[in-house]
């Protein structure tokens, strides 16, 4: 009995903790001047660094050479382009994140 009571316990407790976990929202967006792997690095640490709660950053091909497609996924679902841009600093004034929205 003692050990169904601890099981149920654990579930119960596993239960609550999940419902509680905040749910990932990914952002996508358009960001330009990313020529090599360091801008990339650069771009994935200003953010990953500067907002909270962000779980990944990418940068991968655009639609145009120019540009590059930016997908940011984060446990906070009020990251906006203003305070994304505001996180790259001094980086901000390379790469130009042209928009970023929730998907």
Do not use: R, W
């Amino acid at each position: 009995m003692k050990k169904f009571l601890l099981a149920l316990s654990l579930l119960v407790t596993a239960t609550l903790n999940a419902a509680d976990a905040p749910k990932a929202v990914t952002y996508e967006g358009q960001i330009t001047g990313v020529v090599c792997a360091s801008c990339k690095a650069h771009i994935t640490a200003a953010l990953s660094q500067k907002l909270t709660d962000v779980v990944s950053v990418d940068v991968k091909a655009g639609e145009t050479p120019e540009t590059q497609k930016l997908i940011v996924v984060a446990h906070n679902d009020s990251i906006t382009k203003e305070t994304a841009t505001e996180a790259l600093g001094t980086y901000a004034k390379n790469y130009q994140i042209l928009s970023l929205a929730k998907k």
